[in-house]
Nanobody, 120 residues
């Protein structure tokens, strides 16, 4: 069984920073990519940032220059450093992993979500 556990959400003022963490654990053979998605009330879930196992990254246009995704492969952990936060960044942030589990094979796995609220 594979689990993704997120941490680091919370309430921050506009212009502030937060760092999200996500650790994957369980029967994992390999991880191709890890990323962060977000979903605000009334909106569809959208990609925020993604990082491949070789290190290449991609970001949503709305967060480029403000957010940075990084990963420690040996720890199956991904981080999202969020700077210059805006009220429109408020959402539930979900960790995602595209991985090969030892029993179930390749698939998409999701964390439970962590709330990020940007408000004065």
């Amino acid at each position: 069984q594979v689990q993704l556990v997120e941490s680091g959400g919370g309430l921050v003022q506009p212009g502030g920073s937060l760092r999200l963490s996500c650790a994957a654990s369980g029967s994992i053979f390999s991880i191709y990519a890890m990323g962060w998605y977000r979903q605000a009330p009334g909106n569809q879930r959208e990609l925020v940032a993604r990082i491949l196992n070789v290190g290449s990254t991609n970001y949503a246009d709305s967060v480029k220059g403000r957010f940075n995704i990084s990963r420690i492969n040996a720890k199956n952990t991904v981080y999202l450093q969020m700077n210059s936060l805006k009220p429109e960044d408020t959402a539930v942030y979900y960790c995602n992993a595209d991985l090969v589990a030892t029993i179930r094979g390749r698939g998409d796995y999701w964390g439970q979500g962590t709330q990020v609220t940007v408000s004065s």
